[in-house]
């Protein structure tokens, strides 16, 4: 029989796992159209599958799908086996560290105590979500009425168009009091580098933690797979990478999830061990892939390898004290934010990333613009090495051979720790004006009219967030005694940031404000009359920001609040009033003896201008020494001036928002 015949005879046998018949397939194609490219040959598989798969749910689902890939054939199918390797209950001996998507249950878990193992988070479908036609009753294809195998080439059933609901992997931890759970580790090569993988027959997906992959390699985040634990916390994924993995002198190509926080360097599961065929053999301790045994260890944790993630007593601090709202809504609000963990920062390391808009850095034709390293302090040195280690391993920056070089500047936070700043004031000087607009403070503190609850939300290094176009990322190179980098994620400094941020939430945010929430930069303020319209405008905000990769800063968030400090003013249902702790400043200012002390006083004071009558009247005297060459002299003038305004900001009122209700009278 010839190596053809023998391609376009082979059918799935019986117990044979779809992954080794596609395997089989694609081996007997290399074989059988030498002549072929890659694709080509991917594409006589596919037909193949249509025709000799034999197991009936696979058969059904790829008939409603008549031009899968072979990719997506073989995820369709790690799914249904593992769906019903899970309800046969048929164990190896191992623990499950990770359970299979299943069908949602229809009743709302108990927070109070531990879930069960069986349990599975509700899935939301996507609103958008469209069913496929069915195919008729006389075969034919209900997107072309065309029958058989000419379906599978008709033009009205697009190619990419996925009609399946999206795959959670949900992770539960091991039980440790049982003496019977033990792992399989075995030793990889991923990118040169030696790592630890756990082989786990209970994951849906493989998995390998972020600071492992390679950083030559791109990860897609938009192939993002949602990992879940078992108490409902989702955990932190960016996306997917396909990884080369050597075991012993077996090499093989593999997609995994990339998780930020994982106990192992990598686990392997089902996925890859159905798409190469591996067999445990747990008598001789070792892994056959194509007759190479890779040997493996296995023992008994002895301590909890655990997924990190966000427990529930870190979600009880964003929610408001029990004395200000109602348990009801209390306890709405909590099982809001379960739903959605995966979109706060709860580590101080962690940062969204977003590519819904990325950061362009328009010179026009003007030459590079380069500076020489600044020199840095000897105590510092090593701070700024860390700072440094710290960014490429998060991939804020990435080394750089760019002809474009800025210098840094450290300065002081707030605890006393340097700051890395970079200089681009050379840079911005031939850079291209982007001209989107922010929006007014005071028309956005305008519209909070008639809310009487308030959330208060900061994005994560919200700069960070962003993309720099990759074409542009050499101009924001920065340079350091020990070496040159440049940002991958929008830096702080750059002229056009601003504005590529606030284009950013105004996609982001597109019919929300400002009837459900403001937004200036950064800062983001959720409205209501009540309570349950305040529940759904946050979920409502919440799922845009997932939707983008954007992440929360959960110590800058104040939910469900009557009163809120928002772009330094306090919001409550009554008005507008000054901050009080930035009012406090103003009226604690120090009488001025220089040009510049003066400078920063009107600046501090002229923000809050609109709760102090003729104001301008008033600074006159203090803005006539800011004028060019006026010899700075503090006279009883500029005295009287300064006291007065002064004490305007301790008596400042609240003032009422505008009544835009259809009652209100429009006066010109």
Known sequence: MTVRLQFQSRVQLPGERFGEFVRQLRNLARDAFPDLDLAAQEDKVREQITVGVRHQTLVKKFRKRPQITVQEALDVAREVEQLERLLHDQQIGLPQSISSVQPPPQHRPNWNRPPPRSWVRPYRPNPDFRPPPRRTDHGDCAYCRRFGTKARACGHNRVGESHSFPSVVFLCPFRYNCPNSRVILIRVTIGGRGVQALVDTGAVCSVIREN??????????????????????????????????DLGNQRVTQRVTVAQRLPWDV????????????????????????????????????????????????????????????????????????????????????????????????????????????????????????????????????????????PIVLTKKKDGSPRLCVDYRRLNDITKRDSFPLPGIDQTLDALGGAEFFSTLDLAAGYWQVEVHPEDRCKTAFVIPSGLYEFQTMPFGLANAPATFQRLMNIALRGLVPGKCLVYLDDIIVHSRNLDEHQANLREVFSRFRNLGLKLKPSKCHLLQREVIFLGHMISEDGVRCDPSKTEQVRSWPVPTSTDEDRSFLGLASYYRRFVANFTKMAKPLTTLLRKQTQFVWSEKENHAFEDLRSKFCTAPILAYPDCSPRAGLFI
């Open 212 to 245: 492992i992959v390679p950083l030559r390699m791109t990860i897609n985040h938009a192939a993002n797979t949602s990992l879940v634990a078992a108490n409902g916390e989702p955990i932190q994924t960016t996306g997917s990478v396909t990884v080369t993995i």
């Open 267 to 406: 686990i392997l599961g089902v996925d890859f061990l159905s798409s190469h065929g591996a067999v445990i053999d747990l008598p001789h301790a070792c892994i056959s892939i194509d007759g190479n045994h890779i040997p493996f260890s296995s023992h008994a944790p002895t301590k909890p390898e655990l997924l990190s993630m966000a427990p529930m007593d870190m979600l009880e601090r964003l929610l408001p004290h029990p004395d200000s709202v109602e348990t009801e809504a209390r306890q709405k609000l909590k099982l809001t934010l379960a739903d959605f963990t995966d979109i706060f920062a709860w580590d101080e390391k962690e940062t969204g990333r977003t590519g819904a808009v990325q950061h362009y850095i328009d010179t026009g034709d003007s030459h590079p613009v380069r500076s020489a390293p600044r020199r840095i302090p000897i105590h510092y040195q090593q701070q700024l090495e860390d700072m440094i280690d710290d960014m490429l391993e998060r991939k804020i920056i990435q080394p750089s051979q760019s002809p474009w070089a800025s």
